[in-house]
């Protein structure tokens, strides 16, 4: 949303992004909907350290800071695909249908940033996305004291046990 209104003189961008928001609005709303209809109180979360992270590194500089977010914003973008696809044949099905579809529209998602991001870049971003890569696979591969959709290795063995006790 706030790239909308940051980017008034590229209508793409501001077509995609639009299109995008509300995307995930309509995601929202089913997130919602499912909650109350399980009767699961909707809590807040703190950022998770991997967004923050790669959210720390888009330069300040306006030559990089449109194509840097856009980068960070495809690699969110890809790891919930991959975070989906993982968990979706773990679910009963009326969540796996839904994360099923949360998969699709993040595929897209993600290629969408990726384009933008050569669009409104005076150079090829290959070695740029590369730089982020290094990073985002070390906060994706290590440990992580926050357990989230986008988390690391949680740190506390607790969670592990948890999870794989769960059924
Ligand atoms: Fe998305």
């Not at 449109?66 to 968990?87: H, K, P, Q, Y």
């Not at 044949?89 to 933008?116: A, I, T, V, W």
């Amino acid at each position: 949303m706030s790239l909308l209104y940051r980017h008034t003189t590229k209508p793409e961008l501001m077509t995609k992004m639009s299109q995008l928001a509300r995307e995930e609005l309509t995601h929202f709303q089913k997130v919602t909907e499912i909650l109350l209809e399980r009767k699961i109180v909707y809590s807040r979360l703190s950022p998770s350290r991997y967004a923050n992270k790669l959210r720390s590194l888009i330069a300040h500089e306006e030559k990089w800071q449109l194509v840097d977010t856009l980068i960070v914003g495809a690699f969110i973008e890809a790891r919930s695909c991959e975070r989906f696809a993982a968990l979706a044949p773990e679910l009963d099905g009326q969540l796996q249908r839904f994360y099923l579809g949360l998969l699709k529209s993040e595929s897209r998602h993600f290629c969408d940033y990726l384009e933008l991001a050569q669009k409104y870049s005076s150079a090829d971003i290959t070695d740029r996305v590369q730089q982020f890569r290094l990073i985002e696979e070390k906060l994706i591969t290590g440990p992580d004291p926050d357990f989230r959709f986008h988390s690391g290795i949680p740190e506390s063995s607790d969670i592990v046990e948890s999870f794989n006790s769960r059924k």
